[in-house]
């Protein structure tokens, strides 16, 4: 109990050191376009930023670190641990440790981790609140579904389309394989007929 206790207050500690905290940003950053936005210590031999002058950017110090009981903790106190597989997640002690889901991992990987996390009711601190984004992931995967199985059903409707019309292309030509050839010499002379009636 003591010790919780103790906890808590550094934390409470850390969050006003913190609050408190400026950032620590390079010498002639935002004058010099080519910085980047980090931190690197002034090493000039007249640099005022490094002697500590007034009006210049204040320097990393011990001064601005949380307490050593605290640092490298979560928000709720909590050590955070690294998880991509579920072997992982089965070493991982509720009560002291919360965890971080990789970002490497797949959908299917994640969503079983997730789950067995929301079981064993182990804090995820990368992912607000697991259970909506599990919910949301299965909405997902089942429209994805849905929209397969309309895709599919498709395809088979096309498929039968042009079984149909090949059928009746076969069905033309036999016809037209057992017409005897008189009445094959009407039906030129009746498309002859058409054409020059067209003309006049």
């Known amino acids: ?8 207050k550094m934390l409470k500690i850390r969050k006003e050191i913190k609050s408190r905290k400026p950032e620590f940003l390079r010498q002639n950053y935002g004058q010099i376009l080519s910085l980047k936005r980090k ?7 007249h640099s005022k930023m490094r002697l500590h002058k007034k009006g210049h950017r204040k320097n990393v110090s011990p ?5 050593k009981e605290v640092r490298g903790l979560s928000k709720e106190g909590l050590i955070p641990v690294l998880v991509d597989n579920l072997k992982k997640l089965a070493a991982v002690n509720a009560e002291t440790q919360g965890i971080i889901v990789s970002s490497k991992i797949g959908l299917k990987n994640r ?11 182990i804090k995820v601190l990368n992912i607000k609140s697991p259970e909506s984004y599990l919910k949301n992931v299965e909405d997902m995967l089942k429209k994805k579904k849905e929209e397969k ?6 395809k088979k409707k096309k498929k039968e389309e042009l079984k149909k019309k ?22 030129e002379k009746e498309e002859k007929d058409k054409l020059l009636t067209k003309r006049s």
């Open 1 to 8: 109990m003591a010790k919780e206790k103790n906890k808590e």
């Open 39 to 45: 931190w690197i210590r002034p090493r000039g031999l």
């Open 63 to 67: 001064g601005y670190g949380s307490p």
């Open 111 to 121: 969503t079983a981790i997730l789950k067995e996390a929301v079981r064993r009711k």
């Open 149 to 154: 199985l309309s895709k599919e059903e498709l």
């Open 166 to 187: 090949a059928e009746e292309k076969e069905k033309e030509k036999k016809l037209e394989e057992t017409l005897s050839d008189e009445e094959k010499k009407d039906k």
